[in-house]
């Protein structure tokens, strides 16, 4: 199945109607997304809810700030576990993925999960978090980031990701653009770090665009590669894509993804064209 994240926002049901009432085969849906900051029902909750039980389509619960790499279990884990087990029964997420990394370290919350070593202790951390998430929801995976800077080598992460399966027999949802954006901002070659993966672990392929940093975000010029989720895939990820389908023999769906706060009639237009990119490269 190929689909897309669903958002909530008229802007971009405004450019994606066409794929979000008929193309679509699936819907990620991110908690975060429709909810408050206290875990309640957010304003737009309701129409995402209303849409996809209409819709009759499978939808998938995507999230970004559970903190799962978090050593200390943070505080606010047993009301952002009522929540997501909430939507799990309200959506009938057929699974739920969670961002690799933590946010949540004493009494500061992060906006974006920060990386993880290639350690055990990292790696139990993740594994028992990942445990706790079938609370929500039978069948839980993680993804990878787009991560600005790596501890210690980048072509170790993958062992990470295999130890984490093992432990918590868990799936792997792999966005193909992070892995780019992650080998390139680390400075390691994009193939090596995928011949690396746990790859009967994947489950779901994220695609999406990205940008490059401002040259005056670093004091050395240098440019990172961000997964801001406001352009067309790029040639790199394409051709990650074909071979991930040779590869990923438990793939269940492919979703693509664009915020919306990037979203425009132009944008609208690329996303299209990828979406119908990536039907047609699955379908052959």
């Known amino acids: 199945m190929v689909g897309i994240a669903l958002q909530p926002e008229d802007v971009f049901w405004r450019h994606n109607r066409a794929l979000i009432e008929a193309r679509a085969e699936l819907f990620a849906v ?22 996809t039980r209409g819709a009759g389509r499978p939808v998938v619960g995507h999230g970004v700030l559970s903190s799962i790499g978090a050593v200390a279990r943070p505080a606010r884990r047993d009301a952002w576990l ?7 029964r309200a959506f009938g997420f057929a699974w739920l993925s969670e961002h690799l990394g933590f946010a949540d370290a004493g009494d500061v919350h992060t906006a974006w999960p920060l990386p993880l070593p290639c350690t055990d202790d990292a790696a139990s951390a993740v594994a028992a978090s990942l445990r706790e998430l079938r609370q929500a929801c039978a069948t839980v995976a993680f993804e ?11 072509l170790r992460q993958p062992e990470l ?9 868990a799936h792997v949802l792999l966005d193909l653009h992070n892995a780019y954006a992650f080998c390139e901002n680390a400075g390691c ?4 770090f995928l011949d690396r993966l746990p790859w009967p672990r994947v489950i779901e392929l994220h695609l999406s665009g990205g940008s490059d940093s401002d040259p005056d975000l670093l004091a050395s010029g240098r440019r990172m590669r961000l997964d801001s989720h406001d ?8 051709r990650a894509f074909e071979r991930a389908l040779t ?7 492919v979703v693509l993804e664009w915020f919306p706060d990037a979203m425009d009639e132009a944008a609208g237009r690329a996303f299209a064209a990828d979406f119908e990119r990536a039907r047609s490269i699955v379908g052959g």
């Open 82 to 88: 009522a929540a997501l087990a909430r939507d799990a």
């Open 247 to 253: 590869r990923a023999g438990n793939l269940r769906a």
């Open 231 to 238: 352009g067309a895939v790029p040639d790199a990820v394409w």
């Open 30 to 51: 991110p908690p975060e997304t429709p909810s408050t900051a206290g875990c309640a029902p957010g304003p737009g909750h309701e129409r995402l809810l209303a849409f």
């Open 161 to 169: 990701f295999h130890r984490i399966c093992e432990r918590a027999d």
């Open 144 to 154: 990878n980031n787009a991560d600005l800077f790596c501890l210690g080598d980048p």
């Open 189 to 192: 070659e994009f193939d090596a």
